[in-house]
């Protein structure tokens, strides 16, 4: 004879098993979006197989290019019983036609994978830009055209930056800053994730002038495995400019040799090496010697 249970008991276990059938549902939909995402990116990362591009563990932020495809990213999050030292933001391919620089970063990430140990707390963007990378020709450039290290907000505003670019690049396209600041879907996502993630430095991966440029506060490293420190001043509208100059937050743009081919396996460690013993001996900065972070609007600066 079957035992009756009682219909709250039976609605119970309707409810469980609900959720776990949703919950099994969106793990498939998951798993199905990054075995199609990652099999169009090894398209335009050739090197890259979609089964490593499955394994390293990338997952969708939510957020989307201008062409619809995912911004992938991954947390190393703080582990058990250790307070992480400093939260530390690491951005690749801003520019889609620098692929050495989403290599050098799914590098990092591999070290990462094997070493994590909590010392800090890591949010990790191998690909900023995948429509500019994903173009049968790659461009610096996003899908409308825009360089996304130019379209961050700025204290000059919109029109300020657009002047700026008009004047002194002689509007060059490469460079082209967009109309409006953050007015990328790219760029709108990484100034809400700087805003959310509060990072306490960035790095942030370019080629290829074969240097390492630094923004903010702080001393700067003054050579990454081969590349030396070389500050190029920074543009309105750039990473460098709003997060170092603006919110005062350590930016290290580094610049690869090359935009195609990454450095070899021995340089990327050496720089991953120098790279993690700057950031253990000066992040976060307790003495910044620059001016007191700024609220920003995708305008401007907020008036306080
Ligand atoms: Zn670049």
Same mark, same amino acid.
């Given at each position: 004879?079957? %035992?009756?249970? *009682?219909? #709250?008991? =039976?609605?119970?276990?309707?409810?469980?098993?609900? !959720?776990?059938?949703? =919950?099994?549902?969106?793990?498939?939909?998951?798993?199905?979006?990054?075995?199609?995402?990652c099999t169009t990116l090894c398209r335009g990362l050739p090197g890259l197989t979609p089964a490593e591009c499955q394994k390293s563990g990338l997952e969708p932020s939510g957020a989307f290019s201008n062409n619809g495809f995912p911004i992938l990213i991954k947390e190393y999050p703080p582990v058990r019983?250790?307070? *992480?030292?400093?939260?530390?933001?690491?951005?690749?391919?801003?520019?889609?036609?620098? &692929?050495?620089?989403? !290599?050098?970063?799914?590098?990092?990430?591999?070290?990462? /994978?094997?070493?994590?140990?909590?010392? $800090?707390?890591?949010?990790? =963007? @191998?690909?900023?830009? @995948? /429509?500019?990378?994903?173009?049968?020709?790659?461009? #610096?450039?996003? %899908?409308?055209?825009? /360089?996304?290290?130019?379209?961050? &907000?700025?204290?000059?505003?919109? #029109?300020?930056?657009?002047?700026?670019?008009?004047?002194?690049?002689?509007?060059?396209? #490469?460079? $082209? @800053?967009?109309?409006?600041?953050?007015?990328? @879907?790219?760029?709108?996502?990484?100034?809400?994730?700087?805003?959310? !993630?509060?990072?306490?430095?960035?790095?942030?991966?370019?080629? &290829?002038?074969?240097?390492?440029? !630094?923004?903010?506060?702080?001393?700067? &490293?003054?050579?990454l495995g081969r590349l030396r420190l070389r500050r190029l001043g920074n543009f309105p509208g750039t990473l460098g400019n709003y997060a170092g100059e603006v919110l005062g937050v350590p930016v290290v743009t580094l610049e690869l040799p090359s935009d195609s081919t990454p450095p070899s396996s021995a340089e990327l460690n050496a720089i991953w090496t120098d790279l993690v013993r700057w950031l253990k001996a000066g992040i976060p900065v307790s003495h910044p010697d620059s001016a007191p972070a700024r609220k920003v609007t995708s305008q401007g600066v907020a008036a306080e």
């Open positions: 004879m079957t %035992a009756m249970l *009682p219909r #709250r008991s =039976v609605w119970g276990i309707i409810c469980i098993l609900s !959720f776990l059938l949703s =919950v099994a549902a969106s793990a498939t939909a998951d798993t199905h979006t990054m075995t199609k995402t019983s250790r307070k *992480p030292q400093a939260r530390i933001l690491v951005i690749g391919g801003t520019h889609g036609d620098e &692929p050495a620089s989403v !290599f050098t970063v799914l590098n990092w990430m591999q070290k990462l /994978d094997k070493y994590h140990s909590g010392l $800090f707390h890591w949010k990790v =963007v @191998p690909l900023l830009n @995948p /429509d500019g990378l994903l173009k049968k020709k790659p461009t #610096r450039t996003n %899908a409308r055209g825009v /360089d996304l290290n130019r379209n961050m &907000p700025s204290p000059l505003g919109g #029109r300020g930056v657009y002047q700026r670019w008009a004047d002194k690049t002689d509007r060059d396209t #490469r460079q $082209f @800053p967009g109309l409006k600041p953050a007015g990328e @879907p790219e760029s709108k996502w990484l100034v809400k994730l700087i805003q959310e !993630f509060k990072p306490q430095a960035i790095i942030s991966v370019h080629a &290829p002038l074969n240097i390492v440029d !630094f923004d903010g506060p702080g001393p700067a &490293p003054t050579q």
